[in-house]
């Protein structure tokens, strides 16, 4: 007989437990050494590198279907690239850093040391399960502290297989992954933590961050928002198209970076279509049957998705398909790659991010209404930019604020461990990634170490003529 699935109740309590014996751990060891530190890089390491067929299969059973390569190149690459680049960096970072003192203090000395938080908590998204908890997880570990995740529930095979393999790997006090449904992220995120990372949705991150605000729990939020592709004049449509197609089908656009909507120099839209269509048929040919296109996450997922599109065609804008006589499939969940032009601003489709590979084009007049139109909307988690004019890319860059920037391609500024990764405003806050991350989980404590020689017996009561004097000359 099969037995009862866990109840959230019980879930919870055992997520309860969890975080007492992690804060406990972290509290009886507060600094950690490099050494320990390496130790549980090299274990994420060896748990990722020792079971990626068994993670590309976990995350097929749980989207219906996800071409393996793609597991391989967005999900398992990035992680081990994170974690080795947190192992041979992380000694350096640790270091306590010597800080000026000012001429009045001196011969006092002052430094900045990197303390561990302690226990944090990383709530993980269903759109790249390993990527998006391993990441962290590097940053965390490379800072000395200890980590809860929670697992998407859209995604319960990688949550079960990643909860399973983490005991072979960790101590239970070091790493402890976390299933269950939404009732038990809400009790997750309403744990006081050291620090809690939250990626996902605007609208969930705005939950988290009342829910962390009972304990005043610092935050990093990682969320979403409509990513602009701007298109200069002049810039070869067909290279733009290539890369934009290629950055919005990967994970059939279920990525949070995707490429949400194009602005195009009005006139150029049948050429840049065009060349959209031949990207696609030349990535996926043989489309219904490719085994490199990406099925959406779940039915709710993709009924949302082609609302869009049935909204978008009753208000009178011009669905294009990318792929000929290949329309949406409910039964694998498929959904073709589809531009829309024309689709008019208060529709859902332009005013949501999409996470899915449908684009809609947007003409402009010239590269300053191009600019307006992304700073009349909320700042993007990231934008792309077409152009070889240094001139016009500085005024983009300058003009603009969004999370992060890829130029003349797209997605791969989050595949940089040199740079900081997060949004702003509505697309998140806080900063990961490298440093970064290591900077994100770690307090910066200022120490100041007096000299035995030091003039501070001058400024005491009782203040006299040569306080005076000296304030004066302070003051001055």
Not at 231 to 236: E, H, K
Request: charge should be neutral; glycine fraction near 8%.
């Amino acid at each position: 007989m099969n037995s009862a699935p866990p109840r959230p109740i019980d879930q919870i309590a055992a997520l309860e437990a969890a975080f007492v014996r992690s804060r406990l751990a972290a509290r009886a060891e507060p600094a950690p050494d490099l050494a320990v530190r390496r130790r549980r890089l090299r274990g994420l390491e060896a748990l990722l590198h020792d079971h990626m067929d068994e993670f590309a299969a976990a995350i097929a059973a749980d989207f219906g279907h996800r071409s393996p390569h793609e597991t391989r190149l967005l999900e398992m690459f990035p992680s081990l690239e994170a974690i080795r680049h947190a192992h041979r960096h992380v000694g350096r970072w640790m270091r306590p850093a010597g800080r000026p003192v000012s001429l009045w203090f001196q011969p006092a000395r002052a430094e900045v040391r990197p303390q561990p938080l302690g226990c944090v908590g990383i709530v993980a998204p269903w759109n790249y399960p390993v990527f998006l908890t391993a990441g962290p997880l590097a940053a965390a570990f490379a800072a000395g502290n200890r980590a809860l995740v929670k697992l998407s529930e859209f995604t319960p095979a990688t949550a079960a297989l990643m909860a399973r393999l983490a005991p072979a790997y960790f101590a239970a006090d070091e790493l402890a992954v976390v299933e269950g449904d939404a009732e038990v992220a809400r009790a997750f995120a309403r744990l006081p933590f050291d620090h809690l990372l939250f990626t996902g949705s605007t609208a969930v991150g705005r939950q988290v961050m009342g829910a962390a605000a009972e304990n005043l729990t610092p935050l990093t939020l990682e969320l979403g928002g409509k990513s602009p592709a701007i298109v200069a004049p002049g810039y070869p449509l067909a290279k733009a198209a290539e890369r934009i197609l290629v950055g919005k089908c990967l994970n059939a656009g279920q990525t949070c970076i995707a490429p949400d909507y194009v602005l195009l120099p009005a006139g150029s839209e049948d050429d840049f279509l065009a060349a959209a269509r031949a990207t696609v048929t030349a990535c996926y040919p043989d489309f219904a049957r490719n085994p490199d296109y990406s099925a959406i996450v779940n039915d709710r997922h993709f009924r949302r998705l082609v609302g869009y599109l049935e909204d978008a065609r009753a208000a009178g804008a011009e669905i294009v398909p990318l792929v000929p006589a290949c329309p949406p499939d409910p039964a694998s969940r498929r959904l073709p790659p589809t531009a829309i032009v024309g689709a008019a601003a208060e529709l859902p489709l332009m005013r949501e991010e999409i996470f899915g590979p449908l684009l809609p084009i947007v003409p402009y007049a010239d590269l300053d209404a191009a600019i307006a139109y992304v700073n009349e909307r909320e700042r993007p988690l990231a934008l792309y930019l077409f152009d070889t004019d240094r001139g016009r890319i500085e005024r983009v860059l300058d003009n603009t604020v969004s999370g992060g920037v890829t130029v003349n391609d797209t997605i791969l500024h989050i595949a940089q461990d040199s740079l900081p990764f997060g949004g702003v405003g509505a697309s998140g806050m806080g900063h990961y990634h490298g440093r970064e991350g290591f900077l994100a989980f770690s307090k910066l404590k200022p120490v100041f170490r007096q000299s035995r020689l030091n003039a501070m017996g001058l400024f005491k009561p009782p203040y006299g003529r040569l306080f005076e004097g000296l304030v004066r000359l302070l003051l001055r």
